[in-house]
């Protein structure tokens, strides 16, 4: 027996795949390329601040100071929770937050200085929301998510040879069988991976709306009852102490689950009558973000959430970040994680050039694709420069140069020159942002952390230049 | 540990023989091959699983297979190295405006696929989710995972169609019989 698909089924596949593809094409783009970054944000967040040294070993007394000094800076109140990250091992810092106010905590408890990633900030953020407000922002991510999953779903009917070209990669002069090859192979290969970002990105902006539906089904309407199910129910207490004993919270969980990671303490109701800790504790044999152990503000245990032995259900939504960002086992899982998204950022790519090849001609969509692709990292590479030798905003930055880097792309008429230009730039550039990084922060610079970002920067750029090289070899001559 | 090593090489050793079988012409080698490489993957995961229990060792077994499919696709490329002249193609100035008409249906295409899925596909999932016999949570979780699926089903159709009135009707019609199902009873 043999599975077939009909040549109309194809054919109307490929038209609807080229129709979303072109329709999301670029904010695509956008999302797959700096999610691919994301995926190491931690990494990039110690890269910024260097000279905050990494340390693992806080002291459930030395965050308790911290707290402390933090609440007595704040005059004693705060409008919304306190929340402490604590160190692990990809991120081994502490910080402390309320109210927007960030702050790094030294090993010793002490508040060292306020906590800026506008680098970070800017990959992260075009990621999650586009550089939009939030909530519209993260919605729109989200609808890419869907949009993702019916590339997939499109991909694979109008893949008429899928197992005949199973393994198919040719190499050589002719471009666009190249590409269409590695848009085909990556694809195919990479479908469970592809199919699980698509359909957890769509959790994070939109899930919301559907546990309305589910609200007014299950719930009568009711969303606390249905938030109490999946999220735990929250707790009544009164007459608590003004500063919570998070020491002791710390130091029980330690003894209580010694198999699990506390990754975060967040001071609910902070500063009012009714405050209580909560303290997520990451279990590591599980997908799930952690698990949420409940203390009252003199550090008494209460109960916890119940993730990591609630319902399969409740388990796989609590699961969806860590999957989504390969937050999960070695260090190593980032870097494959990262090579999974890259070439998602690939496809992306190569989809919307196979179809501009398809056009037999070309025209200013040629020239602002080609600006919109190689800008993009350039425009990230230009407003990190920035910040990191003048401190100017990176989001207004980024956003200048990526225009001006398309109105110079619709200038150009001959795309291969500015092909070739925008290679050289983005190679060079980032050569100079791997020294400028390494002068600026000298000599906190010569962590292994910030090294290793360093080196990479300079790899790219030798594979950017390598790309480059194998073009002018093809006679990409201008 | 060594249950890793071996995971990683079972699934390796599965793309082998899915290559192999790929490559061959005889009929009878190819499903002994294919059947093998299925084998072998299973394998593998049980190892994956077995070393990291169920949920990082799917996610594992699924990313290995990836990266290593890909690094054999990459080992095993054909390198073409006739002569192929670089045509460039005719630059045409400025751009060509769509006609009205096909203005209007990219529109409603592009809202059918982000708003009338989106509805069509939240309210089918939820009832047909909540017909299941599981508890209320799970119901809610398989719904999270699956909404995404119809939904891109319904963006797919709504785009491959040659009459865009019959998607758009179908996934009318299914919106409005999901929601007078969850809230008129």
């Not at chain 1, 729109?140 to 949009?147: E, Q, T, Y």
């Not at chain 2, 708003?115 to 009832?127: E, G, K, N, Q």
Request: net charge neutral.
């Amino acid at each position: 027996m043999s599975i077939s698909i009909s040549p109309s089924a194809n054919k109307s596949a490929l038209k609807s795949h080229a129709w979303l593809g072109l329709a999301v094409s670029v904010l695509m783009y956008w999302v797959c390329f700096s999610g691919t970054l994301s995926v190491f944000s931690q990494e990039l967040l110690r890269w910024e601040q260097p000279h905050i040294a990494d340390n693992l070993d806080y002291t459930p007394g030395s965050i308790q100071n911290a707290y402390e000094r933090f609440l007595t800076m704040k005059e004693g109140q705060t409008q919304g929770n306190i929340v402490i990250r604590l160190p692990t091992h990809d991120l081994p810092r502490a910080r402390i937050s309320a109210d927007g106010e960030y702050w790094n905590i030294s090993p010793t408890g002490e508040l060292s200085e306020p906590s800026t990633t506008p680098i970070t900030d800017l990959i992260v953020d075009l990621h999650t929301a586009l550089h939009l407000p939030e909530d519209i922002g993260m919605m729109a991510v989200s609808v890419l998510g869907a949009i993702l999953s019916a590339l997939i779903i499109s991909g694979i009917v109008a893949h008429r040879r899928i197992f005949k070209d199973a393994f198919r990669l040719r190499t050589g002069n002719n471009e666009q069988l190249t590409q269409g090859d590695l848009h085909n192979r990556m694809s195919v290969w990479g479908l469970p991976f592809h199919l699980m970002i698509a359909l957890t990105g769509v959790y994070f902006g939109l899930a919301s709306f559907l546990t309305s539906i589910y609200a007014d089904t299950l719930y009568e309407g009711n969303k606390l009852d249905l938030f109490a199910d999946i999220y735990g129910s929250s707790i009544q207490l009164e007459h608590q102490p003004a500063i919570a004993n998070i020491e002791k919270a710390l130091t029980d969980i330690m003894k209580m689950e010694p198999n699990t990671q506390p990754i975060f303490v967040t001071l609910e109701n902070a500063t009012k009558d009714n405050q209580y800790i909560l303290l997520g504790s990451q279990h590591l044999d599980k997908l799930i973000y952690s698990e949420q152990y409940r203390f009252d503000a003199s550090g008494q245990y209460i109960d916890k959430v119940g993730y990591s032995d609630g319902d399969a259900g409740q388990q796989a939504i609590f699961s969806v970040y860590r999957i989504h960002f390969g937050h999960f086992g070695p260090e190593a899982m980032k870097i494959f994680f990262g090579l999974m998204g890259f070439a998602l950022t690939i496809i992306s790519v190569t989809g919307i050039n196979l179809w501009l090849a398809k056009r037999a001609k070309q025209d200013a969509l040629n020239q602002l694709w080609l600006g919109f692709v190689w800008g993009t990292p350039i425009a990230f590479i230009w407003a990190a420069l920035l910040e990191l030798t003048l401190a100017l905003p990176t989001k207004p930055v980024f956003w200048v140069t990526l225009t001006a880097i398309l109105i110079a792309s619709l200038m150009q008429k001959v795309l291969m020159k500015t092909h070739l230009v925008l290679l050289n730039c983005l190679a060079a550039l980032l050569v100079v942002l791997a020294i400028t990084h390494f002068a600026v922060h000298y000599p906190s610079s010569l962590v292994m952390n910030s090294l290793i970002i360093d080196s990479a920067f300079i790899v790219f750029a030798l594979c950017v230049w390598r790309y480059l090289y194998s073009r002018l070899k093809k006679g990409w001559n201008i | 540990m060594l249950l890793s090593i071996a995971a990683f090489l079972g699934s390796a050793l599965a793309i082998g023989l899915f290559y192999r079988a790929w490559q061959s012409t005889q009929i009878a080698f190819k499903r002994i091959a294919k059947l093998s490489a299925l084998l072998l993957m299973l394998a593998s995961l049980s190892l994956w699983v077995t070393e990291y229990g169920p949920e990082l060792g799917t996610c594992y077994a699924v990313v290995a297979f990836s990266l290593q499919a890909w690094s054999w696709i990459y080992l095993a490329r054909q390198r073409i190295s006739k002569d192929i002249k670089r045509v460039d193609l005719p630059f045409a100035s400025g751009l060509t405006t769509p006609s009205t008409a096909i203005a209007f249906n990219a529109l409603v295409k592009l809202l059918g696929s982000v708003f009338l899925s989106a509805i069509c596909a939240m309210l089918v999932t939820v009832v047909w989710t909540t017909a299941l016999s599981m508890s209320k949570v799970n119901q809610i979780a398989l719904g999270i995972y699956t909404m995404p699926l119809l939904w891109g089903c319904g963006a797919y159709w709504l785009c491959a169609d040659s009459k865009l009135w019959r998607p758009v009707g179908v996934l009318s019609v299914l919106s409005a019989l999901s929601y007078f199902y969850l809230y008129s009873i």
